[in-house]
């Protein structure tokens, strides 16, 4: 189980995200991660196998962290890795990832949920 004192982003990598998880620091790869939740002030960091950590950071601080052409913000309180998107469902206003988690999809962050889809390599 992870400590509930959740902590910061202590540095940034071009691969990853270093963070301290109690008396270790820890690279959290970019490949491995699938989507971020933000909700009651902590940001859980999803990997395709579990949370893999807890920060207390605004996702907004987490969005400028990551590299802009992998990863997607699709709603207040959801970023994801382009790279897990398995599929788009326009009418249901959901994209689902990494084997079916299904994320919401505002409608605010439709139209650039599109264009990342449509753009991406």
């Known amino acids: 189980m992870m400590d509930e004192k959740n902590e910061r982003p202590i540095g940034l990598m071009r691969t990853g995200l270093w963070v301290r998880d109690k008396k270790k620091i820890q690279l959290v790869e970019f490949e491995l991660l699938t989507h971020i939740i933000h909700g ?56 689902y990832i990494a084997g079916g988690i299904a994320v919401p999809v505002s409608r605010r962050k439709k139209k650039k949920l599109e264009w990342f889809l449509a753009n991406r390599t």
């Open 40 to 95: 009651d002030g902590v940001s859980k960091i999803y990997s395709t196998r579990e949370v893999i950590k807890k920060l207390r950071i605004p996702l907004s601080e987490l969005e400028k962290m990551l590299p802009q052409e992998q990863f997607i913000r699709t709603h207040r309180n959801y970023l994801i890795n382009g790279k897990w998107i398995d599929f788009y469902d326009a009418q249901e206003a959901l994209t």
